[in-house]
């Protein structure tokens, strides 16, 4: 499983894969760093199955990552739940070991690290396991008044036909580079040279919707080049006034993301069952839809969350993963006996709230 979501017209998953370990909601909470959040989480009362998931948890940590990170924390949460080295000993120490019995954790996650989400996920399209790669993704940059911005991907619906002459068409240029192009699928072209190996990219769901610019001191000036380079071969492109023609926003620039080479450490998560990714409050957060977005909680909470606590009765350790822009709240359900779940009924009391309020934060 990818930390690349599905695409925005699936739905969500109304029944969780019993295999599942791992349950992973991205943009949990919006906003962060001063800026106001898309709405507020919605109360207690419109998420019981929420509420209730927030007072029998056996364990929780909140880890954070700054607000110029490249890396959002469900991608965080996405490698964590696959076992994949992350280069941050406070993750990969405790891959496999969660924290003790109703502790919290405090880990702060750096800013400055793209997870090689490329070399990870198309493994078996490369040379080798250490071959260096990157996602190039075809997007459009909607340049205003004062900045430029980014339109989600997925609201482009871009043709296979139109990404594969996009990216025939970049592919010499890049070749020049010693970046050699592989088609993936539409929004998802694989790159691959040695020149991406350090490389450091702020991943798509940073820079969805959003301003480019803070984002783009990142990438080495080599692929920043190729941008600017790719911006005027697409303007030419007879895809270009294909699109417009069609009323579609045209396709003038691509993204880079999951950038870098695998570590060498062994590749864990094809011995983890894939984790469970709620993509639809994502969806609305990154097209700033507010209702949408408010929503989506009430059918996460309606159609995914009651499956998960039926597999926590059953005396599974299941872990849910609560992500925001700035912060990530993983929460275990582990086996109890019973005076421990006796404990637990009278510790959490006033859990509901607390956990709220940390969610508000994230």
Known sequence: MSATLPPAHEPTPSVTP?????????FAHTGGDGEPPLAPLPDAVRLPHLRQLLATATRHRLLRVPPDSLTPPHEWACAWAQGLPTGVPELDATAHTPPAHGSSIGTDLPADRSLPWAAWDAAHLLPTPQTPAAWFTPCHQEIGTHHVSLLPPQALTLSDDHSRALMAALAPLALEDGIHLRWVAADRWLATGNVLA???????DRVAGRSIGPWLHALPPLLRRLQSEAQMLFYTHPAHDERASAGQAPVNAFWVSGAGAAPAAPHASSALPPP??????????????????????????????????????????????????????????????????LNLKISNIFSPQRFYSLVSSL
């Open 276 to 341: 469970t990714l709620v993509h639809s409050l994502r969806d609305a957060a990154l097209a700033a839809d507010a209702a949408r977005w408010a929503q989506a909680w009430a059918d996460t909470d309606r159609d995914v969350l009651p499956g998960w606590l039926a597999q926590a009765a059953t005396g599974r350790t299941l872990h849910t993963h609560l992500c925001g822009e700035q912060g990530w709240l993983h929460i275990t359900h582990s086996p109890t006996t019973v005076w421990q779940r």
């Open 18 to 26: 019993a295999a599942a370990l791992h349950l992973i909601i991205p």
């Open 198 to 204: 350090g490389a450091q990219a702020a991943s798509l």
